[in-house]
């Protein structure tokens, strides 16, 4: 034995802070007591109770999905392996694909697309913006993509795409497959798979489902499956084979052990996603989002994205001069136990509206961490009057058909 046993190994609780930090960045989110609980357990991945579960995981995700499809696959990897298997068991090398790009997690779309041999398009959309249904019209007509890549919001910028039913109706009008990643979004806000022709939906456990890392789902529809059926070349991809997941996912055998505790997390994050019922749920998440906005506006910040491109599952804040952003992050983070997140690209920090983090206690506390870190590293900063307009924001709230 030449390596020698490591003498600086701390148990869990010596690692972890004494009361745990509430999770209120871009993700992963808090989970409720009965995800965490689910996921504390280990059963046979192959037998009777398993195949249960994985029933009512399928039955329960079709709701979520709305889509009445019998192809839905779960993945033991994070949002992006889900992106992968969309991907790759969709594009064939050789094909044409339309990837629209708004940041960073469209464009990692675009580089899947691109490494299994699509011959891709990537629609740069200006930043701050919803791709608009005319520039993707005219990209489809000029490349006539097989596939088209797109998200439903782009946690990384906060901008929303809006005319997602439409962008796919035309994508099905040039009879190309529609991959929408939906990670942060699904559950959160409407995504009708079926009613708006879409072929692949992907998600995470960690975001809008308020589930744990690490199990994710994709959907696909009769359309997409009829093309994977269809594919002639072998996938490069083995962990990730659709035909082979299915093996797991609807004919009770082996494929890879599937990660059961993550997937009895899931089935508890879906089961209480069909008990709050997706209507009750699309209106909490509006409206304490546009409540944490208005607080956020009220201290005299100012959000990135205008209104008509802004997503609600993540709020993006323009940094203000002299704000160095790690250091607020570190200051809620260790005086208020609030973590928010910083971004990759444009200057902005976030905050997440996503499962558990749409609480109206979560939000008072966020909004008192931000406004106080703000005003103790010198920002000009009303926090009563955010304090107030989230208030009453939460209280006058009605839900409109948005
Ligand atoms: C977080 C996220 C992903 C990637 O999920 P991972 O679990 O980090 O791989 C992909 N797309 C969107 C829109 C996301 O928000």
Redesign the pocket.
């Known amino acids: 034995m030449s390596i020698p046993l490591p003498d600086d190994i701390s148990p869990l609780d010596e690692l972890l802070p004494d009361e745990p930090l509430l999770m209120m960045g871009?993700?992963p989110v808090p989970i409720p007591e009965r995800v965490a609980a689910a996921n504390s357990i280990v059963i046979n991945h192959l037998g009777d109770t398993m195949a249960g579960v994985i029933e009512q995981v399928k039955t329960m995700s079709r709701y979520v999905f709305q889509t009445a499809s019998h192809h839905i696959l779960g993945v033991a990897?994070?949002?992006?392996?889900?992106?992968e298997m969309a991907v790759v068991n969709l594009v064939s090398p050789g094909d044409r694909v339309v990837s629209v790009c708004n940041g960073?997690?469209?464009t990692?779309?675009a580089e899947m697309a691109t490494r299994t041999g699509g011959d891709v398009l990537r629609l740069e959309v200006p930043e701050r913006e919803s791709a608009s249904p005319d520039a993707i019209a005219q990209a489809l007509l000029e490349h006539r993509p097989q596939a088209l890549t797109i998200?439903?919001?782009?946690?990384?910028n906060t901008v929303f795409n809006r005319y997602l039913p439409e962008i796919a109706r035309l994508a099905r009008e040039h009879d190309c497959l529609v991959i929408v990643?939906?990670?942060?979004?699904l559950s959160t806000m409407p995504l009708e798979m079926d009613d708006w022709g879409v072929d692949a939906v992907?998600t995470?456990?960690?975001?809008g489902l308020s589930s744990i890392?690490?199990v994710?789902l994709v959907a696909f529809s009769d359309r997409g499956w009829e093309k994977i059926i269809k594919r002639k070349d072998q996938l490069r991809h083995w962990c990730l084979d659709a035909k082979l997941a299915d093996q797991f996912w609807y004919r009770k055998s082996y494929h890879y052990t599937a990660p059961v505790s993550g997937i009895l997390a899931m089935h508890e994050a879906l089961r209480l996603i069909c008990k709050e019922t997706l209507p009750h749920r699309f209106e909490r998440h509006l409206r304490c989002s546009v409540a944490l906005q208005a607080g956020i506006e009220a201290m005299g910040l100012s959000l990135y994205v205008p209104p008509e491109a802004r997503l609600n599952?993540?709020v993006g804040i323009n940094i203000p001069p002299g704000i160095d952003a790690t250091e607020l992050l570190r200051y809620m983070s260790n005086r208020y136990r609030v973590e928010i997140s910083g971004s990759f690209g444009p200057p902005i920090i976030r905050i997440g509206q996503m499962g558990e983090q749409s609480r109206a206690h979560n939000l008072f506390r966020t909004v008192h961490a931000l406004g106080s870190g703000m005003k103790a590293l010198g920002a000009g900063i009303n926090l009563p009057s955010g304090v107030a307009a989230l208030e009453s924001s939460l209280e006058h709230f009605e839900f409109g058909d948005d």
Do not use: Y
């Open positions: 871009a993700g990897g994070p949002g992006s392996a889900a992106m960073f997690f469209s990692r779309l998200v439903q919001g782009e946690t990384s990643d939906a990670v942060c979004t992907i995470g456990g960690q975001k890392p690490g994710s599952s993540v």
